[in-house]
Every structure is written in C-alpha cells, then in structure tokens.
C-alpha cells in the first residue's frame, strides 16, 4: 500500500504558473460504446478471438459515454478541469454521421467552458485499413492525414489544441511485436516499419493541420526512465538498447529529426526525406508516464512480466523493481522518477524540447475511497513540480482517466477512473479521488 499523503489542504500541491492546463483523459474505444454505429476496428477483431481479452470481455457498450457524453460533461464541469483529452475513432469517422457524435461532445464541452483537445489516433485502427496491411504498410500514414483532415475540417471551428498519436512505442511492441494487443502481431523486430509509419503519419498529420490553420499541435508518446539491473557491462547494454527502443526511437526523429545510431538503416523507404517530415515542428510535446523500467540483459528463456509473454529472443529482459509500492496492475509507484525522466529530457534535447504536457498519469486501484490513488497523484504532481523547478517548461497535467473503462487486453479487471462506473447499470459514482483533485484545481485557480 501506498503510504498516505498529508491533506492538501494542509500540504497543499505547490502552486503551478499561470495558465497551467488541468485536465484529464480518455479514448474512444475504451469508453464510447455504441460499436454497431461505427465501422468495426482492429480491436472488435482482436477481442472476438478467444483468450486475448482476460475476462473475456468486448468494448461493444464500455461506458456507453456515445449515448451518456452529457452526463460525463457534467462530471467534468464538476470537476473544474480546463481540459478534456479524448480521441476520435477513425472507424467512427467512416461511417455515416460518424462526425456527428464528436460535433455534440465538442458542442457539450464548449458550452461547459472546457477546451476540448482531441487525439486523432489512440489504437483503433479501421480493419478496412489493416485488411491493406495496417501500419506495415506506407501507405496507411497517408490515409491516416487524409483522415485527419478530414476531422480538423470539421471540429476546427471549435478545437484549436490536437494531438496525431498516442503512445506509438505501445502500439508497436504490444500490438505488432509481442501479439498482447491488437491487431496481435508478433513480429519481434521485423514490427520497426509500423514505428516509422506511424511516425510518418504523426509528420503528415502535422502538414495537414497545420494547412488547416491549427497552431496547437502536440503527440503523447510514453515515456519512463530505464534503469539498469545492474552496473555490470551486459545490464548497461541491455539497459541502453531498451531505452532506445522505447523512448528514444519515438522521441529523437520527432524532435531532432535523426533516429538513435544504427536504427535508421533499419527503417523502410526514403528515411532521410521521410525525417523532415517526421520532425515538422510542433507547439509542445506529450509525455504519458506510468512507471520506470529496470532491464537487464537476456536471460534465456521466456519471462512472464506484467502480464506479457517477453519472449527470449529479445535482446534483454525485464526485471522487478523491488523496494516500491505497486498499484493493482503490479506496477511500482515512483513520483521521483516522473522528475528524473523530465530533467533528462530537457538535457538531452535541450532547446529542441519544446513546452512539456502531461498527458496521462494515473493508476489502477479498487474502491470508492481511493485513498491510494489521492496518494499517487499527490506525488507526481509534486514531481511534477521538482521538475518545474529544474527548469523544464510545463504547461498542463492530464489524469488517466475519468472514468473506469475497457482496459484493453485486461477488459474490466482494472480500474483507473477518478469516477467509478458499475458496467451493468453504467453508473457513474465519483471516488475520494475526484474530490482531491477538484480541490487541488480549485486551489491552484484552475
């Protein structure tokens, strides 16, 4: 367990500047529901095959948010965010008044004084488009700017602040390399063109709204610090390879516009003409931290780690981090890292960084009063602001997520929702936690 934090009324969260964005997220297919009015996605057929899903669960109704987006406004206005962060289903999209359902929420939202801040990709996948060859093939990062133009066209007048992909590097390991996601791909390494492509999508995407005049443009990729199992020489070079494959290898071509040495040549098509693309500018940079990583090298047989099947092949392996507390998925709780990851950042890249958001931090935990979650957030916010004070430009904090949902291979069992949903009545009951937080934002003149 988690050792409690002090109130925050009587340790308040230190005070972020001016202009902080306060705000959390969501995704479409984890929460919309409504799955006979869209196309179907990549995760309809990933779910519909036995044994991916633990609790052999389906994301056809979720929260059902399509039909109850309104009640779920009102949990926000009553929240007092600044910001709501969701994404927009492409297979939604595709089919007849699929845009409609995004102009109500983005209406609803507006009205309650919130900013709505879209993400154009977050996993779901058209199958019309993976039956092409999906993110193996070049061509899907076209489709994937064509789709957004598309919406900006549409939701432009109203949303100025987007966001191309979520967590690219997840998308690529779980879905294509390991199998453990949609479409369930395992490619090991021969997966590094869906990287590219998604990546290249990101740049296109970048072109694309940029001509439609958007100036707000961000990516949320994940990110955490790797530590080494040990100092010994084989842990280091396990330890830097994973750190390039998940963090560098998504950060570096979009923020210095080269791949780490030696990935590049790895890379399908023109990479060179395709890095200018990549590395288009943006307005800020999201970051999604959960926890560090400890790596060592490979140990010669499969190992079971957080619930993934890490094959022995892989040139290194993951270890347990001991000496932390861990939420309910097992992952260990350390706020100290969030500042470690963010100061390293910002000397990797330097000037090259631009302003950092949050754009997910959250945990899984049972109960109502979720005195363990008020204990997470009160500590990374509060590394947050460490690394604030290091001298990394902030600029926003988004919690996942508002609500409990469909977590993806898990389906039901875990539940990071500052507001508790019962999925046979859909009901939606705040925690403990959405009470801390609405103080904290009120506190900071959210």
Not at 21 to 42: F, M
Not at 382 to 394: E, I, K, T
Not at 410 to 424: I, M, P, Q, T
Request: glycine residues 10%.
């Amino acid at each position: 367990m988690i050792a409690r934090m002090a109130n925050t009324a009587t340790n308040p969260i230190p005070q972020f500047p001016a202009g902080f964005l306060w705000g959390v997220s969501t995704s479409a297919h984890q929460i919309e529901g409504a799955a006979d009015k869209r196309d179907p996605s990549v995760w309809d057929a990933f779910t519909a095959e036995p044994g991916h899903i633990k609790d052999n669960s389906t994301a056809a109704v979720a929260c059902d948010h399509y039909h109850r987006y309104p009640e779920d406004v009102a949990l926000l206005r009553d929240l007092g965010v600044d910001a709501y962060r969701f994404s927009v289903s492409w297979p939604r999209v595709n089919s007849p008044g699929g845009l409609d359902f995004y102009d109500r929420l983005v209406d609803e939202l507006t009205a309650a004084g919130i900013r709505p801040v879209p993400t154009l990709f977050h996993w779901d996948l058209p199958v019309s488009v993976e039956e092409t060859g999906g993110w193996l093939n070049r061509d899907t990062a076209e489709r994937f700017a064509e789709y957004a133009a598309v919406v900006v066209d549409r939701l432009g007048d109203r949303t100025s602040k987007w966001i191309t992909l979520n967590e690219p590097a997840e998308h690529t390991l779980l879905g294509h390399a390991l199998g453990a996601h949609a479409p369930g791909k395992q490619l090991l390494f021969d997966s590094l063109p869906v990287a590219h492509h998604q990546l290249l999508g990101h740049g296109l995407t970048v072109r694309a709204l940029r001509a439609a005049g958007v100036t707000d443009i961000g990516i949320a990729n994940s990110h955490g610090p790797t530590w080494p199992a040990s100092q010994e020489p084989e842990d280091l070079e396990a330890a830097g390879f994973y750190d390039l494959l998940l963090n560098r290898l998504f950060a570096d071509p979009v923020l210095t516009g080269q791949y780490p040495d030696g990935l590049g040549e790895l890379m399908p098509g023109d990479v060179e003409a395709d890095l200018k693309v990549i590395s288009e500018p943006i307005d800020w940079y999201g970051i999604n931290y959960y926890a560090p990583t400890r790596v060592g090298a490979p140990q010669g047989a499969e190992i079971e780690f957080g619930g993934l099947t890490m094959p022995a092949e892989l040139p290194f392996s993951v270890r347990e981090i001991e000496g932390y507390p861990v939420t309910d998925f097992g992952w260990p709780v350390v706020p100290e890292a969030l500042t470690e990851l963010l100061v390293d950042f910002r000397e990797r890249y330097g000037d090259r960084l631009p302003p950092v958001v949050i754009t997910e931090n959250g945990c899984s935990y049972e109960g109502l009063d979720d005195q363990d979650r008020i204990a997470y957030l009160d500590g990374h916010l509060r590394a947050l602001h460490r690394a604030s004070d290091q001298g990394v430009d902030v600029r926003g904090y988004f919690v996942w997520s508002l609500l409990d949902n469909f977590e993806w291979a898990e389906g039901y069992a875990r539940r990071f929702g500052l507001v508790h949903v019962d999925f046979d009545t859909l009901k939606r009951t705040p925690k403990a936690s959405y009470g801390w937080l609405r103080d904290v934002i009120r506190t900071q003149g959210g």
